[in-house]
């Protein structure tokens, strides 16, 4: 438990570290793109492989998105409720 937390540190004090488009406020997105309903997995790091943190139901906070991923598709540092992760680009629009 006490590993997770620190690497969970680890993470939240290299978001800012993330390349691409990263902006001074977050701003707010919509799930878009999935069928009625169904949820946007949270991911640890930007790779669908990699664990699932959470969900996002309708909205969540975007914080930067970058393709500098190991599957070199667009991932998007994103926050819902608690939850601070990694989402798709692909599935998230602006409000």
């Known amino acids: 438990m006490r590993a997770r937390l ?12 993330v390349p691409c488009c990263a ?5 707010a997105y919509r799930i878009s793109g999935l069928p009625p309903g169904e949820p946007l ?15 996002i139901r309708s909205k969540a906070l975007v914080f930067g998105c970058t393709n500098d991923t190991p599957s070199r598709t667009t991932w998007c540092r994103v926050k ?5 992760g990694w989402a798709r680009r692909r599935y998230l629009a602006p409000e």
């Not at 620190?6 to 570290?17: M, N, Q, S």
């Not at 997995?41 to 969900?55: C, K, L, M, N, Y």
Request: charged share 20%.
């Open 6 to 17: 620190i690497v969970l540190a680890g993470l939240c004090l290299a978001a800012p570290l």
């Open 23 to 27: 902006s001074a406020e977050p701003e």
């Open 41 to 55: 997995s949270i991911r640890a790091e930007p790779d669908a492989a990699a664990e699932q943190v959470g969900e």
């Open 80 to 84: 819902a409720g608690r939850v601070v």
